[in-house]
């Protein structure tokens, strides 16, 4: 009975955001949201609502004393590139896959999904006191992984151009996200929040968020479907879904975090992967098979995935 009563208990936390989703994908099915409305959904979610939520939330938190946890850096991206890794190896000698593809489905098998299941499901497993781990890991998540992505897809042959780095540089510089980011700390140091009506506004906008988010979710999946390179894309999903937050959380039992940090750290390690997976090895056309039915599939499988998840660290 025990079991069961912290089973309902997260299922509080996970079935609303299945039914978003769901929401989401059966506007999609019905055409009664189109592909154009699908691309204006994630733009605005990705390029306002978001960052707006982050600059919110950074610039009126407390930040944790004594510095940034290192060990809650190093629990995340040991994780990261260690499913990287053997993502890539698996590519290249089970699946007979050429060097880009096999870095496509590599980066897929390390990059979560942060802003549209990692923040509805973090934010409403561990609320607020969850935010600013939720948000300092997501300021340099996408960095480094695209980056190391970029540069190992680049330096397969002729090595890397500056032309490479340049763009690579360029896109990092205009993402809304890192402007949340960067406004929020700026306005955490110097003690800027929004009040009166444009603190309305911002509250407004960044209860959009989630909702937003997780509807414009359904709507990828529904478009990207599930059957494309089933095998690599079963084999991406489990190395994200399982050993990824499997090694997190090894590793948080002996790094020095807070345990709430500890704890996001591994449900974000346990995040489908990411969009961005997809949209590179589209630029690449390389890939684009796995990726996209590896984005769909894992977070069709995360929903069942989370629950446990969230049952081991006790949240609930």
């Not at 189109?34 to 609502?49: H, K, N, P, Q, T």
Request: proline residues 5%; contains cysteine; hydrophobic residues 55%.
């Amino acid at each position: 009975m025990l079991i069961l009563g912290r089973l309902a208990e997260i299922a509080f936390i996970v079935l609303p955001i299945a039914g978003l989703i769901f929401v989401g994908y059966l506007a999609g099915w019905t055409k009664h949201l189109g592909d154009r409305a699908a691309d204006g959904l994630s733009e605005y979610v990705f390029g306002i609502a978001v960052p707006v939520l982050i600059f919110k939330t950074l610039s009126e938190s407390k930040m944790p004393e004594g510095g940034q946890p290192w060990g809650y850096w190093i629990a995340y991206f040991t994780g990261a590139f260690i499913v990287f890794g053997i993502g890539f190896l698996i590519a290249r000698r089970v699946f007979g896959r050429a060097h880009v593809e096999a870095v496509m489905q590599g980066f897929a098998s390390g990059q979560s999904n942060t802003v549209f299941v990692g923040v509805p499901v973090i934010l409403n497993a561990f609320g607020n006191e969850g935010a600013v781990p939720l948000f300092l890991l997501i300021a340099i998540h996408l960095p480094v992984m695209t980056t190391a992505a970029t540069l190992f897809a680049e330096g397969s042959e002729s090595g890397i151009s500056r032309a490479t780095l340049t763009r690579l540089l360029k896109a990092l510089a205009r993402n809304p996200i890192l402007f949340g980011i960067y406004a929020g700390a700026i306005g955490q140091i110097a003690g800027i929040h929004a009040t009166g009506p444009a603190g309305e506004v911002v509250r407004m906008l960044a209860a959009s968020s989630v909702p937003c988010a997780l509807i414009s979710m359904g709507l990828a999946l529904r478009r990207y479907g599930f059957a494309g390179d089933i095998h690599a894309s079963l084999v991406i999903s489990f190395l994200k879904l399982i050993v990824h937050p499997l090694i997190v959380l090894a590793l948080v039992q002996v790094l020095p975090m807070p345990p709430v940090w500890a704890g996001v750290a591994v449900v974000f390690a346990a995040m489908p992967c990411g969009v961005n997976a997809y949209l590179l090895a589209n630029h690449y056309k390389a890939g684009v098979a796995s990726t996209a039915s590896a984005v769909s599939l894992s977070t069709l499988l995360s929903l069942f995935t989370v629950t446990i998840w969230l049952y081991v660290l006790g949240v609930g």
